[in-house]
């Protein structure tokens, strides 16, 4: 069956350190994959997608993924996390118009 | 600034009422989804209009009843809710049916 597992339910780090949140996907073949963030009583925003070509796929608010193919992953990283980061963040996959949400992972920021 | 519209924020109604929710985007998205979102979990996709016309129903009670009447609007008819169907309902749009881009802030609903 296909599924999205974001392994990490909450994730804390300290405001200005480095984060690494993670998606793996299970599928026949490779899926158009998402991340999107939720911050309380708001929607989601989507950060940045990927459909092929360049594995390291730039978003707003300045994050990015690195799709691997061998490992089934796709990774969000920030290289220095701000307060207003804390929020929900959703992994999704959308293979043949039939699209799949992880269950999220909450993050935490430390001041 | 929220791109997708959606009213009212908020909605407390009895399991006997009726009432819609509406849903508004101005991009020129031929796409409008809603989906429901329980506390603590990924959103749950209910339906999706492409062009106007509906593409996907997942297999969600009659009690739910979408209309599309323009490319710009989308409402969710509600009749004889149940408890269980609390819940936050987003509207989300897109250029094309695959994936939801933009999402509105949702209208909390309380069925009492």
């Known amino acids: 069956a296909q599924s999205v597992t974001q392994p990490d339910i909450h994730i804390t780090v300290s405001e200005g350190a480095s984060l690494e949140l993670r998606c793996n996907y299970s599928?026949?073949?490779?899926?158009?994959l998402f991340w999107y963030v939720q911050s309380p009583g708001q929607g989601l925003q989507l950060l940045l997608k990927?459909?092929?070509?360049?594995?390291l796929v730039q978003g707003i608010k300045g994050f990015e993924a690195e799709f691997k193919r061998s490992q089934s992953s796709f990774n969000l990283r920030k290289p220095s996390v701000h307060w207003s980061d804390a929020a929900e963040y959703f992994c999704?996959?959308?293979?043949?118009?039939?699209?799949?949400f992880g269950d999220g992972t909450t993050l935490t920021v430390k001041p | 600034d929220t791109e997708v519209t959606q009213t009212p924020k908020h909605l407390v109604m009895g399991m006997t009422n009726k009432k819609s929710l509406k849903c508004e985007q101005h991009m020129g998205h031929r796409a409008m989804y809603w989906y429901k979102q329980k506390a603590k979990k990924p959103p749950e996709l209910m339906f999706v209009y492409s062009y106007e016309k509906l593409s996907i129903n997942e297999s969600v009670p009659s009690r739910f009843s979408p209309e599309c009447p323009n490319s710009s609007l989308l409402n969710l008819h509600l009749h004889a809710l149940q408890p269980e169907d609390s819940a936050l309902y987003l509207c989300?749009?897109?250029?094309?049916?695959?994936?939801?881009?933009?999402f509105g802030d949702g209208t909390r609903l309380s069925i009492l």
């Open positions: 599928y026949g073949a490779t899926p158009y």
């Open positions: 989300a749009s897109s250029q094309a049916g695959v994936q939801p881009q933009h």
């Open positions: 990927y459909f092929s070509g360049d594995t």
């Open positions: 999704a996959a959308n293979n043949a118009g039939k699209s799949t």
